[in-house]
């Protein structure tokens, strides 16, 4: 069982930026590839991009391909999300998720057995 609590979200201005996390427990952290994925009022749960546990490959979205990094650092279980030049599209709520030994397939959020809660990004244009 892993249980994922993300933080750092928040209210910004369109080009700001901001730094989401995803502590994550349990021992395992680095067998576990991590997504983000994001929702907004009215919309499906979108992909937004994904670390896989094996070598660390990142992927993203096109949306925001160029302007949001991640990273993971397993030795403290987490994984990390820096967002660049925000948009007002961006408004969402961020979820990470968790999905053992995973190396295809990151976009689709029913292959991710554990989510966190979620956190609020509001872009102000």
């Known amino acids: 069982q892993v249980q994922l609590v993300e933080s750092g979200g928040g209210l910004v201005q369109a080009g700001g930026s901001l730094r989401l996390s995803c502590a994550a427990s349990?021992?395992?952290?680095?067998?576990?590839?991590m997504g983000w994925f994001r929702q907004a009022p009215g919309k499906e749960r979108e992909f937004v991009g994904a670390?896989?546990?094996?070598?660390?490959?990142?992927y993203y979205a096109d949306s925001v391909k160029g302007r949001f990094t991640i990273s993971r650092v397993n030795a403290k279980n987490t994984v990390n999300l820096q967002m660049n030049n925000l948009k007002p599209e961006d408004t969402a709520v961020y979820y990470c998720?968790?999905?053992?030994?995973?190396?295809?397939?990151?976009?689709?959020?029913?292959?991710?057995?554990?989510w966190g809660q979620g956190t609020q990004v509001t872009v102000s244009s």
């Open positions: 998720a968790a999905s053992q030994n995973r190396d295809s397939g990151l976009e689709y959020s029913n292959l991710y057995q554990f």
């Open positions: 349990g021992r395992t952290f680095a067998s576990y590839t």
């Open positions: 670390i896989t546990w094996s070598f660390g490959h990142r």
